[in-house]
């Protein structure tokens, strides 16, 4: 039996090839593996790959031990989407559960986002399609196609520059509107620490995952995107905490429905976070 309270199960996924921890191929499948041996493994997600890696990952994966669940990163855009899918099909290496796509920028989002989801209906099976939009230009319109074809959301939360974080008023805008489409979506950069915070390396200001589980849970529950902002912006780790010990496994199981992941370099950091709340058991 799983000792990862609901709220937190499978929600990491592991992106440790990607900024800034940039962790060699080899060692990144090496660690995966530890992290989903551990007593902690329901707390870890797929294996987060680019297109460009999907065979090298594969490879290294034959040679350590057996396949791996991936999402893949499309670097290409719509057109690299059926060859990741159909490299999966025939591998018995790796298991693509999801393939990750980035809208292009252009002045007419939601045209991109209809030759994505059009690329995804002629490949996809039982793999989940998470379309990042961003939250320029006519992005609800672009999320309305997202919707209608029945495929996730991506949010970048973070990145290497500060324009890359999002106010904690377009993440509430963003979870609303996500929710009032019943699109799913996970987060991905910048996202690894538990609680709203400052890095001490660059003053960037970092979002929590926490504060994106309860908001989600604030919005479920009817909340509006100044209360759902004001959660976000919270740097109350324990009153936080607190709030997530309240919800019910029902609760917590429909916040996980619609706010599915958040990709993150580092496994160990998000783990560490949620023991020092005493919101998973010190291992």
Same mark, same amino acid.
């Given at each position: =039996?799983?000792?990862?309270?609901?709220?937190?199960?499978? &929600?990491?996924?592991?992106?440790? =090839?990607?900024? *800034? !921890?940039?962790? *060699?191929?080899?060692?990144?499948?090496?660690?995966?593996?530890?992290?989903?041996?551990?007593?902690?493994?329901?707390?870890?997600? *797929? /294996?987060?790959?680019?297109?460009?890696?999907? =065979? #090298?990952?594969?490879?290294?994966?034959?040679?350590?031990?057996?396949?791996?669940?991936?999402?893949?990163?499309?670097?290409?855009?719509? !057109? !690299?989407?059926?060859?990741?899918?159909?490299?999966?099909?025939?591998?018995?290496?790796?298991?693509? #559960?999801?393939?990750?796509?980035?809208?292009?920028?252009?002045?007419?989002?939601?045209?991109?986002?209809?030759?994505?989801?059009?690329?995804?209906?002629?490949?996809?099976?039982?793999?989940?399609? /998470?379309?990042?939009?961003?939250?320029?230009?006519?992005?609800? @319109?672009?999320?309305?196609?997202?919707?209608?074809?029945?495929?996730?959301?991506? &949010?970048?939360?973070?990145?290497?520059?500060?324009?890359?974080?999002?106010?904690?008023?377009?993440?509430?805008?963003?979870?609303?509107?996500?929710?009032?489409?019943?699109?799913?979506? #996970?987060?991905?950069?910048?996202?690894?620490?538990?609680?709203?915070?400052?890095?001490?390396?660059?003053?960037?200001?970092?979002?929590?995952?926490?504060?994106?589980?309860?908001?989600?849970?604030?919005?479920?529950?009817?909340?509006?995107?100044?209360?759902?902002?004001?959660?976000?912006?919270?740097?109350?780790?324990?009153?936080?905490?607190?709030?997530?010990?309240?919800?019910?496994?029902?609760?917590?199981?429909?916040? @996980?429905?619609?706010?599915?992941?958040?990709?993150?370099?580092?496994?160990?950091? *998000?783990?560490?976070?949620?023991?020092?709340? !005493?919101?998973?058991?010190?291992?």
């Amino acid at each position: =039996m799983s000792t990862t309270p609901a709220l937190f199960r499978h &929600l990491v996924d592991d992106a440790a =090839m990607f900024p *800034p !921890g940039e962790l *060699p191929l080899a060692q990144a499948v090496a660690a995966h593996r530890e992290h989903r041996q551990a007593e902690y493994a329901d707390l870890v997600g *797929p /294996f987060v790959c680019t297109d460009e890696n999907l =065979m #090298k990952v594969a490879a290294e994966a034959r040679a350590t031990g057996g396949p791996l669940e991936v999402s893949v990163v499309i670097t290409g855009g719509a !057109g !690299g989407i059926e060859p990741a899918v159909r490299y999966g099909d025939r591998s018995a290496d790796v298991v693509v #559960k999801a393939i990750e796509v980035r809208l292009r920028a252009e002045d007419d989002l939601s045209r991109n986002a209809l030759r994505v989801v059009r690329a995804c209906d002629d490949c996809l099976d039982e793999e989940n399609a /998470f379309v990042e939009i961003g939250l320029d230009g006519a992005w609800e @319109r672009a999320l309305d196609v997202v919707a209608d074809a029945g495929y996730a959301a991506k &949010l970048r939360t973070g990145g290497l520059d500060p324009s890359l974080f999002p106010t904690a008023e377009q993440i509430a805008a963003f979870i609303t509107a996500c929710l009032d489409r019943e699109v799913a979506f #996970k987060c991905t950069a910048g996202l690894h620490n538990a609680v709203r915070h400052t890095a001490a390396d660059t003053g960037f200001e970092h979002h929590g995952f926490l504060n994106v589980l309860l908001a989600t849970r604030a919005s479920l529950d009817g909340s509006s995107q100044d209360e759902q902002a004001a959660i976000l912006e919270s740097r109350d780790g324990e009153s936080l905490a607190a709030k997530a010990r309240e919800l019910t496994e029902d609760q917590a199981a429909s916040t @996980r429905r619609w706010f599915t992941s958040f990709g993150s370099c580092s496994i160990d950091e *998000p783990r560490h976070d949620l023991t020092a709340l !005493g919101l998973l058991e010190a291992k």
